[in-house]
C-alpha cells in the first residue's frame, strides 16, 4: 500500500515566528509617526506665528497678511525661533499624533468614566462617547454587511443558473458601482425618509448597496470553479441542479466567499460612515462631519482611528471565521 | 431503489448471457468546431458482452475517450445507433448502469475518504444505514479500509484513485468505464493498481471499458483489445485476448503476451500508415 503522506510539513510552511514580525511592523508605525510630527510644523505654522505674535514674540514677516502669501515652508525656515507651539496648539489644521491620542482617550475612557453623561454615572453610553458613535455605526454595518452578503449570494446563485439573469443583472451591478457613493447616500436616505424610513434602515441600505457587489463577484466565480471533469462526474450521477449547487458549487465557492465578505465588511462600514454623514443622529460619519464644521480636527482623527480600527478588527474577524471554516471543511491542514 | 436480494446478490451477477451490454451500430460523431467540422468517430461498429474487460487504445485523437463518453451519454453521437442494457444511454444513465471513472481522481477536497464515497449514494437518495454499508464495502474491495476518515489530500495519488474506482463501485452499475484511470500514475503504482483492477473485476464481475495509452496495460487488462486510429476516429482493430483469466504480473514475458502486443502495436502502425 502507498502510505499517507504526512500532514506535518504542510502546516510547517507557515513563515516567521511571531515575535519576528514585530519588529518591521514597529518600525513602520515609527517612520509614520516621524513623518507625521515633521508634517504638522509646516502645516500649522501660520496658526502657531499668529498665535506667538500676539504673545510678543517677534515673527517675520510682521505681517499676517503677508505671511498669507508666503510658503508654509519658508514660514518654518524664517521662525525657527516661535514654533514651540506647533505640536500643541489649540485649533490645528493637522493635530499631532498625541494630540489625536489625548483626544481619542478624552472622548471613549474619560468620557465613559468621569463624564457626566457616561456609563458609570448616568448608567448608558454617553451621547458624546466615540463607544456609543462606534456601536451606532456597527449596527448599521452589521445590517448592511447581512443584507448584502445575502443578497450578493442569491444574485450570484441567479447568475450562474440563468443565462437571463447572467445577461441581464451582471451589467447593472457593474454599473451600480460606478456611482460614486457620496452622489448617492444622501438621495436613498431623502427617499426612504419620504416613504417613512428612517434611522438604521437607509444606513444599512447604502452599507449592502456598497457590500453586494464584492460578493456576486466572489461567488460567482467561486460556484463557477467546478471544472468540466467535476460536472461530468455529476452527470454521470444524473444528480439535479440542487444537488450540484449543494454538494459541488457551494463548497466550491467558499474560499472565494470568505475573500469577497472580507472587502464587502470593510465596504459596509464605509457605507454606515457615509450614510451618517448627511444626518446629524450619531455615528462615527456624524463625528466627523460635526469634528469638520467646528474646526475639531482632533476630533475627526480620533473618529478616524476608530473607523480604521474597527474595518481591522472586522477583516481579522472574517478572517478567523475563515480558518476555523476552512479547518472544519479539511480543506486547510 | 433496489431490493435487498438484489444488494445481497450483487458480487454474484450472471455471467452467461450472450446478449451485448453495449452495442454500437455505424456510431458516427462530428463536432462543429470554428475549423470546421471534426470527425470525431466514423462508422464504429462494437459489440461488448457482458463481463467483458474492453480496452481502447490509439493515439490521441482517435476518438477513445469519445467513445466511452458516448456510452456514458457525455456526448451525442451525431449518426449511427448506441445501446447500453439495451436502453439508449441517456435512459441508461438515469438508470445508473455506469460508473465513471477519470484521469483525475477528482475527489472533492472538503470530503473525507468515505463521505466522497458516500457522494453518488446520497444523491441517489440511499439510507444513511446503506451507505455507511455500501462505503465499507467498497473500501475494503479497493484495499482502502481504515482510510474512511481521512481527507484526499493526506492519501497519495495511487490511494486517491483507489478510492475513485470505490466511489463509481458504492452504486451497483454492472459497467465500470474508466478514462485512462492510471494514466497520471508511475508505472510502478501502475503495475500493483493493475493487478488490482483485475482481481476487483473478477470478484464483481463488472463489465470494464478501459480506455489506455498504454499497450502492455491493455494486453495485461483486457479480454478483448480494440485499437483505433485518428482522422476519422474509427476501429482498426478489435483483438480477442486468449490469455487465461488468472494473470500474474510476469505474465507479461510469455510468448502469448508479446505476440499480442505485437499485433497490437502493428494495429496502430497500419492506422497511422492510411
Keep these: 500500500m502507498a502510505e499517507a503522506s504526512d500532514p506535518g510539513t504542510r502546516a510547517s510552511a507557515g513563515g516567521w515566528p511571531r515575535w519576528l514580525r514585530l519588529p518591521p511592523v514597529l518600525g513602520m508605525v515609527l517612520a509614520l509617526m516621524a513623518i507625521w510630527y515633521v508634517a504638522v510644523v509646516p502645516m500649522n505654522v501660520k496658526e502657531v506665528l499668529t498665535a506667538a505674535e500676539r504673545a510678543g514674540v517677534e515673527v517675520s514677516p510682521p505681517s499676517a497678511v503677508d505671511r498669507r502669501d508666503m510658503g508654509n515652508w519658508a514660514l518654518v525656515f524664517r521662525n525657527t525661533h516661535a514654533l514651540g507651539n506647533s505640536w500643541s496648539s489649540d485649533r490645528p489644521k493637522l493635530p499631532a499624533p498625541h494630540q489625536v491620542l489625548v483626544e481619542l482617550y478624552d472622548s471613549t475612557i474619560d468620557e465613559e468614566l468621569n463624564g457626566r453623561r457616561g456609563i458609570v454615572r448616568s448608567g448608558t453610553l454617553s451621547n458624546r462617547s466615540l463607544v456609543y458613535h462606534a456601536l451606532v455605526t456597527l449596527n448599521a454595518t452589521f445590517l448592511g454587511f447581512l443584507i448584502g452578503a445575502l443578497l450578493g449570494a442569491g444574485l450570484a446563485v441567479g447568475i450562474v443558473h440563468s443565462r437571463v439573469m447572467d445577461m441581464s443583472v451582471m451589467p447593472w451591478a457593474i454599473v451600480s458601482q460606478t456611482i460614486p457613493i457620496v452622489a448617492l447616500a444622501p438621495m436613498i436616505i431623502v427617499v426612504l425618509y419620504s416613504i417613512g424610513v428612517q434611522g438604521l434602515i437607509p444606513k444599512a441600505v447604502i452599507s449592502a448597496y456598497l457590500s453586494f457587489f464584492p460578493v456576486v463577484v466572489g461567488m460567482v466565480k467561486g460556484l463557477r470553479s467546478p471544472d468540466a471533469m467535476q460536472m461530468d462526474l455529476m452527470r454521470t450521477y444524473s444528480a439535479s441542479t440542487a444537488s450540484v449547487l449543494t454538494k459541488l458549487r457551494l463548497p466550491s465557492s467558499i474560499p472565494y466567499l470568505f475573500a469577497s465578505l472580507k472587502i464587502a465588511i470593510a465596504a459596509s462600514l464605509v457605507g454606515a460612515i457615509v450614510g451618517e454623514l448627511p444626518v446629524q443622529k450619531g455615528g462615527l460619519g456624524a463625528r466627523m462631519l460635526a469634528g469638520s464644521y467646528y474646526g475639531q480636527t482632533a476630533q475627526i482623527w480620533a473618529a478616524l482611528l476608530v473607523a480604521a480600527t474597527l474595518a481591522a478588527l472586522l477583516v481579522y474577524a472574517i478572517a478567523a471565521l475563515e480558518r476555523r471554516t476552512l479547518r472544519r471543511m479539511g480543506m486547510m491542514p | ?274
Aim: aromatic content about 8%; proline content about 6%; charged content about 25%.
Design chain 2, 1 to 274: 431503489m433496489l431490493s435487498d436480494e438484489e444488494i445481497t446478490n450483487w458480487p454474484e451477477a450472471e455471467t452467461a448471457t450472450a446478449a451485448p451490454v453495449i452495442r454500437a451500430d455505424h456510431l458516427d460523431l462530428t463536432f462543429q468546431t470554428n475549423d470546421g467540422p471534426v470527425h470525431a468517430l466514423k462508422d464504429v461498429s462494437l459489440d461488448i458482452a457482458k463481463g467483458s474487460f474492453v480496452s481502447f487504445i490509439g493515439p490521441s485523437g482517435c476518438g477513445k475517450t469519445t467513445f466511452l463518453r458516448c456510452i456514458a451519454a457525455l456526448e451525442h453521437p451525431t449518426g449511427g445507433s448506441l445501446t447500453v442494457n439495451g436502453m439508449t444511454p441517456d435512459e441508461a444513465r438515469r438508470a445508473r448502469a455506469y460508473g465513471y471513472v477519470f484521469q483525475a481522481a477528482g475527489l472533492y477536497p472538503w470530503r473525507t475518504i468515505g463521505r466522497n464515497i458516500a457522494l453518488p449514494l446520497e444523491i441517489m437518495g440511499y439510507s444513511r444505514a446503506e451507505q455507511a454499508e455500501r462505503v465499507a464495502r467498497v473500501l475494503e474491495l479497493v484495499e482502502l479500509s481504515g482510510f474512511e476518515k481521512k481527507f484526499p489530500w493526506q492519501l497519495s495519488g495511487g490511494m486517491q484513485q483507489r478510492a475513485s474506482i470505490a466511489r463509481a463501485l458504492a452504486f451497483d452499475a454492472d459497467i465500470l468505464l474508466m478514462d485512462e484511470p492510471f494514466g497520471a500514475l508511475d508505472e510502478i503504482v501502475r503495475d500493483r493498481l493493475n493487478e488490482e483492477l483485475l482481481k476487483l473485476w473478477d470478484k464483481t464481475e463488472k463489465t470494464i471499458g478501459f480506455v489506455t495509452h498504454s499497450i502492455p496495460e491493455a494486453v495485461y487488462l483486457s479480454t478483448h483489445i480494440v485499437v483505433m486510429s485518428p482522422r476519422p476516429g474509427r476501429i482498426t482493430d478489435v483483438i480477442e485476448s486468449p490469455l487465461p483469466k488468472e494473470r500474474p504480473l510476469d505474465i507479461r514475458d510469455t510468448p502469448e503476451f508479446i505476440e499480442i502486443a505485437h499485433r497490437v502495436r502493428e494495429g496502430l502502425r497500419a492506422g497511422y500508415e492510411e
